[in-house]
C-alpha cells in the first residue's frame, strides 16, 4: 500500500525538515518489506483568503484534487480519535491487507480543516490533545510511520 503525505504550509530548510526526512527516509526503506511503501509528499501554500473559513474550503479543494480515487483518507486534527503505536501500525496492516491501494495522511493549516473533508475522512486521528506546531507534527507522523514497519515487522526498534 503507498502511503502519502499531504501537508498546508512549507516545511524550510532546518533541524525539523531534517528529522521528518530521516524518518521518511528510514519508512521508505523498510516498508516494502511489509507491504507499505512512501509514495510521496505534497506541500501546499496556505490560503490567503481573507476569513478562516475560507481558507479551509479552499486548502481542503486542494487536498481533494491531490487524492487519489479510492484512496483511504486520514486527517491529523487534535480533536480526533487517539491510538497508541501499535493500534495504529494495526490499523496500516488491515487497510493493507484488505487490498487498499493508496492511503493519505493530511495535515491541515492554521486554521484547522474543512468540515466537509472532515465529514469525507476516513479516519480522523489525533497525535495527543496538545496542540502541536505543523513542523513537529511531520516529525511526529514520519516517526510513527516508521515505528509502524517496525512494529509490522517484528523490529526492536519499538519497545513496549
Given at each position: 500500500m503507498r502511503i502519502s503525505l499531504f501537508a498546508v504550509g512549507r516545511l524550510?530548510?532546518?533541524?525539523?525538515?531534517?528529522?521528518?526526512?530521516?524518518?521518511?527516509?528510514?519508512?521508505?526503506?523498510?516498508?516494502?518489506?511489509?507491504?507499505?511503501?512512501?509514495?510521496?509528499?505534497i506541500e501546499i501554500p496556505e490560503s490567503r483568503a481573507s476569513n478562516a473559513e475560507t481558507r479551509k474550503k479552499e486548502e481542503g479543494s486542494a487536498l481533494e484534487k491531490a487524492l487519489l480515487e479510492g484512496s483511504i483518507l486520514v486527517l491529523l486534527d487534535e480533536r480526533g480519535k487517539t491510538l497508541d503505536s501499535e493500534a495504529f501500525a494495526s490499523l496500516l496492516g488491515r487497510h493493507r491487507d484488505s487490498g487498499k491501494r493508496d492511503l493519505m495522511i493530511a495535515i491541515g493549516g492554521a486554521d484547522g480543516l474543512d468540515p466537509e473533508l472532515r465529514a469525507r475522512a476516513d479516519l480522523v486521528l489525533n497525535l495527543g490533545s496538545m496542540t502541536w506546531p505543523h513542523q513537529l507534527v511531520r516529525i511526529l507522523i514520519a516517526e510513527q510511520l516508521y515505528r509502524a514497519v517496525t512494529i509490522l515487522s517484528g523490529h526492536p526498534y519499538h519497545r513496549a
Open positions: 524550510k530548510t532546518g533541524p525539523e525538515k531534517e528529522l521528518a526526512s530521516r524518518y521518511l527516509d528510514r519508512f521508505a526503506k523498510t516498508g516494502p518489506a511489509v507491504g507499505l511503501e512512501f509514495s510521496r509528499s
